[in-house]
């Protein structure tokens, strides 16, 4: 069987990472509740931004609608994207507690 052509589509290891990490790391080393308490902070930055841009864009601090638009969509995006991730921890939490040992 021959190895799969390296392209820019292809699945690339995580730089740093190695084998053997303990539980509760990443492959690159990093903390997994470090990795999504980073997470979140990014989706809370977001969603304050697109706050602070409708706030200016109804005080007629900012003229531009499609960058106000475009802040709102980005922050319910990233919101989006928490919440499934968060439902996917969910049920693997579910499914693990549910195993017979």
């Known amino acids: 069987m021959q190895p799969l052509p390296i392209g820019p589509n ?7 990472a190695t084998q053997g990490t303990r539980p509760g790391q990443a492959a690159g080393g990093v903390d997994f509740k470090k990795m999504l308490d980073g997470y979140l902070d990014q989706v809370n930055q ?9 706030v200016d864009l109804a005080a007629g601090k ?14 319910d995006l990233s919101f989006r994207l928490m919440m ?9 939490y579910k499914e693990i507690m549910h195993m017979q040992v």
């Open 84 to 92: 499934e991730i968060r439902n996917k921890l969910l049920d693997a």
């Open 46 to 54: 977001l969603q304050t931004q697109a706050d602070q841009a409708a």
């Open 62 to 75: 900012m003229d531009n609608l499609h960058q106000v638009v475009a802040a709102v969509n980005e922050a």
């Open 10 to 16: 292809a699945p690339q290891p995580l730089p740093g």
